[in-house]
C-alpha cells in the first residue's frame, strides 16, 4: 500500500462553452477498470445525443492501468489531453469523461487539445482534489488534569484528533502518519511527563482536502 497518493473526491461535473461547442466534464473516483468503463458508459448513455463523448482514465498504485478514447475526434486531440492532465496531478484511480456537444465552429487540433484538458481541469476542481495517506491510528489514555495542555498542543500540530472519550480517564483517538508513529509517541511521551498509555489502533487512509489549482 502506498504511504500517500492524490486522487478526486467521489463524483463531480463542470461545463464551459468553447466556440458554440459545449463542453461537460464528468469526474469520478474508481478502483476497478471495470468500474471507469461503466461509468463511461453511463454517461454516453445520458448523451447519446452528444457528438462525442471522450474519455481517460488511471488506475492503480502504479498508475498500470492508463486508458484514453478520443470517441471519434481526430486522433490524440481527446483522449490522450484528458489523460495528460490525469499524470500532471497525479491522480490515481480516477476516470473522466468529456461529453462534446458541437457548435459549428471547427476548433482545430490545437483548440481541441486545449478544450479538452482545460474541460478537465475544470470539472477536476469542481469535483476537489484529496491526498490520502496511510496513517496509524494511536489511542492514548491520560488523566482529566492532562486533557487541556494535550488537546491543545494536538489542535495545533498536523496529527489528527478524531475523537475523545470521557470516561474513568481520557481517551483520545489520534492518527498520525505511518513513519511518524514513534516521533509522536515520544513527543507525548515527553509532553505529559510519562503519564499516558498508548495503544496502537487501525491503520487506514485519511483524507485531506488540496486547496484547487487555477492551472487550466
Not at 55 to 78: C, F, R, V, W
Not at 128 to 151: F, N
Request: hydrophobic share 35%.
Amino acid at each position: 500500500m502506498l504511504d500517500q497518493y492524490y486522487t478526486v473526491k467521489h463524483e463531480g461535473v463542470d461545463e464551459q462553452v468553447i466556440q458554440k461547442s459545449r463542453f461537460i466534464g464528468y469526474v469520478k473516483r474508481v478502483e476497478t477498470e471495470e468500474a471507469a468503463q461503466q461509468f463511461i458508459s453511463q454517461i454516453k448513455k445520458k448523451h447519446h445525443d452528444a457528438t462525442h463523448n471522450c474519455s481517460a482514465y488511471m488506475i492503480g498504485e502504479h498508475d498500470q492501468l492508463q486508458k484514453a478514447n478520443d470517441d471519434g475526434e481526430p486522433s490524440g486531440t481527446a483522449g490522450v489531453p484528458i489523460l495528460e492532465v490525469l499524470k500532471k496531478r497525479q491522480l490515481k484511480d480516477t476516470v473522466v469523461v468529456i461529453t462534446r456537444y458541437f457548435g459549428g465552429i471547427k476548433l482545430g487540433a490545437g483548440g481541441l487539445i486545449r478544450a479538452y484538458a482545460s474541460t478537465t481541469s475544470l470539472a477536476i476542481n469542481s469535483t476537489g482534489v484529496v491526498e490520502r495517506s496511510l496513517m496509524q491510528e494511536v489511542i492514548l489514555t491520560i488523566d482529566y488534569p492532562l486533557l487541556g495542555k494535550v488537546e491543545n498542543e494536538l489542535q495545533q500540530s498536523s496529527f489528527i484528533l478524531d475523537k475523545i472519550e470521557y470516561l474513568a480517564q481520557v481517551t483520545l483517538h489520534v492518527y498520525v502518519k505511518k513513519d511518524e508513529t514513534n516521533k509522536f509517541k515520544d513527543w507525548l511521551i515527553n509532553l505529559t511527563n510519562s503519564q499516558v498509555i498508548l495503544t496502537d489502533g487501525d491503520v487506514k487512509y485519511i483524507e485531506v482536502d488540496l486547496p484547487i489549482t487555477n492551472d487550466l
